[in-house]
């Protein structure tokens, strides 16, 4: 009953209510389970998210495209989380892999450890490509 246009928006609304509702049920019944599920529960949303692109590639090419647009995607999602991390792990600890990268007054940026770390080093990235983009651009 779903039009195709907001097929995918709906699939994520849809688990994203019914995960909450679970999220908040568990938090009601047990804030011990709560604490120890903690954010895998959310994970799921994301994970749905990933999996309803994809269907939606799938759906509409051959598994030969379908395959490779998985594997680009995978390669894609690992090197971005891959970039999130690494800098968030040399300003927060200071550290590559527990080596030390800076000297030994550097003071560890704590905020890079934190959720908002997170936001703050994609905020970064994005503005990074975008200037690298523009630049691309304007040469062309």
């Given at each position: 009953?779903i039009p195709?246009?907001v097929?995918?928006?709906?699939?994520?609304l849809?688990?994203?209510?019914?995960?909450?509702?679970?999220?908040?049920?568990i938090?009601?019944?047990?804030?011990?389970?709560?604490k120890a599920?903690?954010a895998?529960?959310?994970?799921?949303?994301?994970?749905c998210?990933?999996l309803?692109?994809a269907?939606?590639f799938?759906?509409?090419?051959t598994?030969?495209?379908?395959?490779?647009?998985?594997l680009?995607?995978?390669v894609g999602?690992?090197f971005?989380l891959?970039?999130?991390?690494a800098?968030?792990?040399?300003?927060?600890?200071g550290?590559?892999?527990?080596?030390?990268?800076?000297?030994?007054?550097?003071?560890?940026?704590?905020?890079?450890i934190l959720?908002?770390?997170?936001?703050f080093t994609?905020?970064?990235?994005?503005?990074?490509f975008?200037?690298?983009?523009?630049?691309?651009e304007a040469s062309?």
């Open positions: 009953f195709k246009q097929r995918i928006a709906s699939y994520i849809i688990i994203a209510t019914f995960v909450t509702i679970t999220d908040y049920a938090q009601a019944i047990s804030v011990d389970l709560h599920l903690g895998f529960i959310s994970l799921i949303v994301v994970n998210l990933i309803s692109r269907e939606a799938a759906s509409k090419n598994i030969g495209k379908s395959i490779l647009d998985a680009g995607m995978g999602f690992t971005a891959l970039c999130l991390g800098v968030r792990e040399i300003f927060g600890n550290t590559v892999f527990n080596f030390p990268v800076f000297p030994d007054g550097f003071q560890n940026w704590i905020v890079m959720p908002a770390g997170g936001f994609l905020a970064i990235w994005l503005l990074i975008n200037i690298a983009k523009e630049r691309k062309s």
